[in-house]
């Protein structure tokens, strides 16, 4: 079975913090992303990173950065922690990429609920 | 115009009835679409793609694509509690790794 795991669940954080989210899938997968979900917005991109050292920006990127040093690790990072910032993160992976055709089959992590006091 | 529309709902159907989901589109380039469940606190998984004008049938599940109108269904036969849940249609543009999400459909399967 294919496995993406976040690093932390649960987060509560103050404002001005810098906060890493961490993603690591055990696939082999060429392409991830980290999403955001809210009530009501449904599942938006921050990023994407189709290869190891590549990254594009998804719709929302403002406030977020990413590093992808390892082909298995996506990591999504707050340089400065903001209340707006409060939500759910996802983390996906998928096959495709520079290696093949995208299949569009995303594989979420279980989430990391973050809340920016 | 958001790029994919879904009704929020809740929708409400009766055990064993049909549940119908829809979904449009906004981009006519779109290739590869997909329903995604997601239980409540949890990720979303897939469980349909659909990729030609058409049926695709899958056990209870029926997903059906209309390029020409620009829209999406799902439809699942003989609902169950269990099939209570939020689905999410999604699309992936040609050329593109970016899948694309509506906002999702709640569905309430009432015993």
């Known amino acids: 079975d294919v496995k993406v795991t976040q690093s932390s669940r649960y987060l509560v954080k103050r404002t001005g913090e810098k906060v890493f989210l961490e993603c690591v899938q055990d696939m082999d997968h060429e392409n991830m992303f980290w999403y955001r979900q809210d009530p009501g917005l449904g599942l938006r991109l921050i990023y994407f990173s189709y290869d190891v050292k590549m990254k594009e920006k998804g719709d929302i990127p403002e406030g977020y950065s990413v590093s992808r040093e390892k082909k298995e690790r996506f990591s999504l990072i707050l340089e400065s922690a903001s209340t707006n910032q409060t939500s759910m993160y996802l983390c996906?992976?998928?096959?495709?990429?520079?290696?093949?055709?995208?299949?569009?089959?995303?594989?979420f992590g279980e989430g990391s609920r973050l809340t920016v006091l | 115009q958001k790029e994919v529309e879904q009704n929020s709902g809740p929708l409400s159907v009766p055990e064993g009835a049909i549940a119908s989901l829809n979904c449009t589109y906004s981009d006519r380039v779109s290739q590869s679409f997909f329903w995604y469940r997601q239980y409540s606190g949890k990720s979303p998984e897939l469980i349909m793609s659909i990729y030609s004008n058409g049926d695709k049938e899958d056990g209870r599940f029926t997903a059906q694509l209309n390029k020409a109108s620009q829209y999406v269904s799902l439809l699942i036969r003989d609902s169950q509690p269990s099939d209570s849940a939020t689905y999410l249609c999604?699309?992936?543009?040609?050329?593109?790794?970016?899948?694309?999400f509506g906002t999702g459909t709640k569905l309430q399967v009432i015993p």
């Open positions: 999604a699309l992936l543009r040609g050329g593109y790794q970016k899948v694309t």
């Open positions: 996906a992976s998928s096959s495709g990429g520079t290696s093949g055709p995208d299949t569009g089959e995303l594989f």
